[in-house]
C-alpha cells in the first residue's frame, strides 16, 4: 500500500514495491511540469524524490503517511527530460525515531539526473 493524496494522483505517479527496503516511483512528463528552458521543474524533482521517500515506509490503514520529511537535499546532475523520469529509493539506516533514506532518479534513457538524500521521522 502506498501513500493516498491528491497531489500524488494530479502528477500521475505509478508506484512500484521493489522490497522492504526499496521502491521505484514513475512520473510521465507532461507539458505542465515542463518549466521554460524545456526541462522538468526542479520543484517537481524534489517532490518526485520526497514522495518516493516517504513512501518507503508504508501508510497505516487508511492510505495517511508514517512519516514526515525532516530534511531534504536534491543535487540535480542533468536537464531532465524525455517522457517519463524513474526515482528508485531506499532506506540507508532506520532508526527508532529517525530514517535515513536516499534516492536516484534517472529518465528514460537510463541517465541519471538528480540525487536526493531525506531524513524522515516517524510519526506513530
Known sequence: MFIKQPFDE??????????DNNLQLRLPIQDLIVNSAG???????????DVAMSNLIPPN?????RVVT??????????????????NAQIEKQGK???????????????L?????AILFRKS
Open 113 to 117: 539526473v538528480a540525487k536526493s538524500k
Open 61 to 65: 490503514e487508511n492510505g495517511i503517511q
Open 97 to 111: 525515531t529517525l530514517i535515513h533514506t536516499e534516492c536516484s532518479i534517472l529518465n528514460d534513457n537510463q541517465e
Open 70 to 87: 525532516v530534511d531534504l537535499n536534491v543535487s540535480f546532475l542533468k536537464p531532465a527530460t524525455g517522457s517519463y523520469l524513474i526515482a
Open 10 to 19: 494530479f502528477l500521475g505517479f505509478e508506484y512500484k514495491r521493489i522490497d
Open 39 to 49: 526541462v522538468v521543474h526542479g520543484g517537481v524533482i524534489s517532490s518526485l524524490a
